[in-house]
């Protein structure tokens, strides 16, 4: 059976950065398209971005408010996924969940998500 | 963007009861591309249905989904006491939205 497990949440100043890392098990990884979402406080969850599987390009895609500040990326070869997170803001203060993608585009897998708090 | 509004925002029900959820779309979505989430405090979501009207691994067949276009309706015939929760729908047409939940809770 599938697995993700987040790690790398914490209280960071605006303007820092984090990188948050997603460890993948019981799924055939390096087929897999990624993705993180996030969830503030108390409200919905929102789309951050994905990265295709390498066989598929590799590619990724981004939500407009986190674009050019947030990076995907992922390490086949340790069934890892990573969201480096930079130019925090207040307004990224969520639960950052990795999730699997399904070929029709839902969320088959969720972790249980880390905790970013932007606060000074 | 595809913008999704879910109605209502709370539906407040009694265990046995039949729920009716809606989420609309502002432009049209494939049915390939609607899945719905069940969500508790404190969990991560869970997926409940794919493809518009698919079960996903494990969900119970008190759960169903339909629609078409634009509107798209889940459906729960019995509330069960954990049935109880927040529950989205979400598009898959280029990029990703999620509508802002529709709340059931017992009355």
């Known amino acids: 059976e599938g697995q993700l497990v987040e790690s790398g949440g914490d209280l960071v100043k605006p303007g820092g950065s984090l990188r948050l890392s997603c460890a993948a098990s019981?799924?055939?990884?390096?087929?897999?398209?990624m993705n993180w979402v996030r969830q503030a406080p108390g409200k919905g969850l929102e789309w951050v971005g994905r990265?295709?599987?390498?066989?598929?390009?590799?590619?990724?895609d981004y939500a407009a408010p986190v674009k050019g500040r947030f990076t995907i990326s992922r390490d086949d070869s340790k069934n890892m996924l990573y969201l480096q997170v930079n130019g925090l803001e207040a307004e990224d203060t969520a639960m950052y969940y990795c999730?699997?993608?399904?070929?029709?585009?839902?969320?088959?897998?969720w972790g249980q998500g880390t905790m970013v708090t932007v606060s000074s | 963007e595809i913008v999704l509004t879910q109605s209502p925002g709370t539906l407040s029900l009694s265990p046995g009861e039949r729920a009716t959820l809606s989420c609309r779309a502002s432009?049209?979505?494939?049915?390939?591309?609607l899945a719905w989430y069940q969500q508790k405090p404190g969990q991560a979501p869970r997926l409940l249905i794919y493809?518009?009207?698919s079960r996903a691994t494990g969900i119970p067949d008190r759960f169903s989904g339909s629609g078409s276009g634009t509107d798209f309706t889940l459906t729960i015939t019995r509330l069960e006491p954990e049935d109880f929760a927040v529950y989205y729908c979400?598009?898959?047409?280029?990029?990703?939205?999620f509508g802002p939940g529709t709340k059931v809770d017992i009355k």
């Open positions: 979400q598009q898959y047409g280029g990029s990703f939205t």
């Open positions: 493809g518009a009207s």
């Open positions: 999730a699997w993608e399904r070929p029709e585009g839902s969320f088959e897998l």
């Open positions: 019981g799924f055939h990884f390096t087929n897999a398209y």
């Open positions: 990265i295709k599987s390498r066989p598929g390009g590799g590619t990724t």
């Open positions: 432009q049209s979505v494939r049915s390939s591309y």
